[in-house]
């Protein structure tokens, strides 16, 4: 077995947390390594990043996401039983149902219902001093997508499901106070989604063949049988949760739209080719989520190391859409970049990498581009706004990360 390097300390736990998204990159760049080994939470783990470890993290049949994660950000993230953490036919299959809703009418749809709930809250913005947009933002989707999912919300239900969402996602990179409020609020969350599919089986309410609380419902997996109502649920969660997440990218548009104001000037007047330059360069430069973990399955080589099986290895997400050897100065944000992307799955992978249908890349890719697109037009074309004095640094320690006054607005006004 070839020698890598391996870190320095004992245990990167306390490093790893006190680093976040540069904690695999730094090394990586110390060691002149696109690998090494070190141990987080006492547990031997080989980080990498770059190009050409995505590929061999996403060769089809190579990880598992069993024991990859740490329960209680497994919990917030995906859960027992998802597609996540499926393997092989069952994998397939289910991810097979979750790519049947990502069709474009179906996220056209998502993305009207976002745009009209948007528009109908312009009028209420522009009798406050300050909104919060990123809070904002979560209520938007949450109401929007659960409308789209077929599981409809009243006003003060919305407020509540968007808390429970919003703590999930905030709960899943932390240690303490904040992964505990989001599994504490993740339990009433569950209770809600059991009843709404309970509800649907036993014909007391009704929502259309092509809604996902539908598909999800009645869908059976390779054995025939149908999905038992807890992992219905999970499914229902794990479509909900994640499109709430979007906020943080139109966040993160918003900020770079005020950093870079040619940007805000173009995209008004500009054709649909420079809105998705942009849209990708936002979830390029911006940190999402920081890492993707997997353990080998099936063992192999690469760079003269053996991988053998069970093995915990963590691929840099963050450090990889960063790679000088792949983008052009990338602390720069540029999105015409893309114009001269040559479309790798590998070297741009903000959530995740590979095929959509035969890997563990996110289903929602393309909601989210989507959205992204939706909401960048409504900040440029339907409202206009003014950033006050606030604190827009990014704590690169905090994951998930977020501007530290989540992009606060003023003087809103309807175009």
Known sequence: MSAIPRDKNLDSTRALLREGYTFISTRCECYQSDIFETRIMLAKAICMMGEEAAREFYAPGRFTRKRALPEPTLWLLQDQGAAQVLDGEAHRSRKQMLMSLMSPASIGHLSDLVA????????????????????????????????????????????????????????????????????ALRRRTERWARGAVERLRSGEVRASEQSAVHTIAWRRGPDGKQLDTPTAAVEL??????????????????????????????????????????????????????????????????????FERDEWVILNLYGTNHDSRIWQEPQRFQPERFRYWDGSPYSFIPQGGGSHMANHRCAGEWITIGLMKTAMRLLTRKMSYQVPQQDLRIDLSRTPAIPNSRFRIGDVRRM
């Not at 499901?161 to 992964?179: H, P, S």
């Not at 936002?282 to 890492?291: C, G, H, L, Q, T």
Request: hydrophobic fraction near 40%; glycine fraction near 10%.
């Open 116 to 183: 009209e709930e948007w528009r109908s809250r312009i009028s209420r913005w522009q009798d406050m001093k300050e909104i919060v947009l990123h809070q904002e933002v979560e209520g938007i989707l949450c109401h929007a997508v659960c409308t789209w999912a077929g599981v409809p919300l009243g006003e003060g239900e919305a407020s509540m499901r968007t808390r429970e969402f919003a703590a999930m996602i905030e709960g899943a990179g932390a240690v303490g106070l904040r992964n505990w409020r989001g599994m």
């Open 237 to 306: 969660i794990n479509l909900l949760r994640p499109t709430v997440a979007i906020a943080r990218y139109i966040t993160f548009g918003a900020l770079a739209l005020h950093d870079h104001p040619h940007c805000r000037e173009r995209i008004p007047t500009g054709d649909g080719e420079y809105l998705q330059f942009f849209v990708q360069e936002v979830r390029r430069y911006y940190p999402f989520f920081p890492v993707v973990a997997g353990r080998v399955l099936r063992e192999f080589e690469w760079r003269g190391r053996r």
